[in-house]
């Protein structure tokens, strides 16, 4: 699993965590989707290879993810080594190409290489079956997207039978899908290959100098070009246990801060896209010791109450509401706030009267009494919050708030600090 990548359109809130770590549905990471793929499907010795601000990231795998040792079963950390040279890694070919120990120590008749921060939910052994049954030396992922997202992808034109004629990593001009006009065919960025052939060509990539040392741009449009046996899998025919038809095809990459808002968006749904609770398909992450979430007071002027929305463990609800929104465990909101459309993080505490819109709100950050976040664009940037091209606030991880708003309320009266 390549779970390195900076996530730089992703920022503020990969600021100080590697993106396949940042939250994602309350509790979760979004690496969390990815491993319960492969381990719900059978998949066990499992290797991540990580690089960019890994700490967060290889607390919650070391944490939450042992798998038995006694029966040979692993998730397994694999940091940058420098194991051939004083260079960290290039590229996600090289990082593969830097830690092929960790393939050659298995001795395997396939590597699957997933990228580690993509929400979905997929039966991985329905790829490898059509990679067995075309003979196929490698085979990629895919899904349709429409043209005018594709650009962000890799994009590959087919055969009937599914045969990769081209693969151009994020084109200008994306090519579309014979027959259906406004979309193309984009690469999940998940890959099965033969292992002789991957050892091959990540060998043969290390020759070049001006090569960028990545999958998308380098390995796989060599493959296709060399005539190897390349195919295409059609994620939208894969099927899970007790999947409801409204989920299939369901795959988001949250590269950018309005996607990641709206892959949130998309578990609270009252008819989801994204099914949580299926007990069939379990998406597994560390859980830590925190008490059931509560909600207090029931008078009439302040009532905890919470509708369409993820509530996670250890949250207090104490006589404030929240609507549309997805709470990660220790939040608290205080009396007679109000939180829409939000996403708020791990311990994040709204003060008394304070307003919430829209907003993604990071781990630690306390919004003092009376402040109002996602009402005024202009306003929020004075304060130094990312204001997104969509209008989603963000509010960096543990920021400091106390001296960036004028007007706080206090048991209903508003004074001037």
């Not at 100080?16 to 059978?42: Q, T, W």
């Not at 066990?44 to 990231?57: A, E, H, P, W």
């Not at 052939?197 to 998308?216: K, T, V, Y």
């Not at 950018?256 to 989801?272: F, G, R, S």
Request: overall charge negative.
């Amino acid at each position: 699993m390549l779970a390195g990548g900076e996530g730089r359109r992703l920022l503020p809130l990969t600021a100080e965590r590697a993106k396949p770590a940042v939250p994602i549905g309350g509790r979760y990471r979004l690496i969390d989707f990815v491993l319960s793929n492969l381990v719900n499907s059978g998949l066990l010795k499992i290797k991540v290879l990580t690089q960019y601000k890994s700490d967060s990231l290889n607390t919650h795998i070391a944490r939450g993810w042992r798998l038995p040792a006694m029966l040979d079963f692993y998730v397994e950390v694999v940091p940058a080594q420098q194991r051939l040279g004083k260079e960290w890694f290039r590229g996600s070919a090289d990082a593969m190409f830097q830690s092929l120990n960790i393939i050659t120590d298995e001795d395997p008749d396939l590597v699957a290489v997933f990228g580690g921060d993509h929400v979905y939910k997929m039966d991985v052994n329905q790829m490898v079956d059509w990679h067995l049954d075309r003979e196929a030396e490698v085979t990629v992922a895919a899904i349709p997207v429409p043209v005018a997202e594709a650009h962000a992808f890799g994009v590959l034109a087919v055969s009937e039978e599914g045969e990769i004629l081209s693969f151009d990593e994020k084109p200008k001009q994306p090519r579309e899908i014979p027959g259906r006009p406004g979309w193309a065919l984009a690469s999940m960025g998940n890959y099965l290959f033969n292992t002789g052939p991957l050892c091959e060509e990540l060998a043969r990539d290390q020759e070049g100098d001006e090569s960028n040392h990545d999958f998308g741009r380098n390995i796989l449009p060599a493959m296709v070009a060399s005539r190897r046996r390349a195919f295409a899998y059609d994620f939208s025919r894969n099927e899970i246990p007790g999947m409801l038809e409204r989920e299939r095809g369901y795959w988001r990459d949250v590269g950018t801060v309005e996607a990641y808002w709206q892959a949130n968006m998309d578990l609270i749904a009252v008819d989801p896209v994204l099914d949580l609770y299926n007990p069939r398909w379990p998406i597994r992450t560390y859980t830590p010791p925190l008490p059931p979430a509560k909600f207090v007071f029931a008078d009439q002027e302040r009532m905890g109450i919470a509708t369409d929305s993820l509530v996670s463990e250890g949250c207090i609800i104490s006589g404030g509401r929240i609507d549309r929104s997805v709470l990660s465990p220790g939040v608290r909101i205080n009396s007679f706030a109000h939180v829409e459309e939000s996403i708020l993080m791990d311990g994040v505490d709204v003060g008394r009267h304070a307003r919430v819109r829209r907003a993604i709100v990071d781990k630690g950050v306390h919004i003092p009494p009376g402040m109002e976040i996602g009402f005024d664009p202009e306003e929020d940037r004075r304060h130094g919050f990312t204001v997104s091209d969509e209008g989603i606030i963000v509010v960096e991880k543990e920021a400091d708030l106390s001296k960036r708003t004028s007007v706080f309320v206090s048991e209903g009266v508003e004074t001037q600090q």
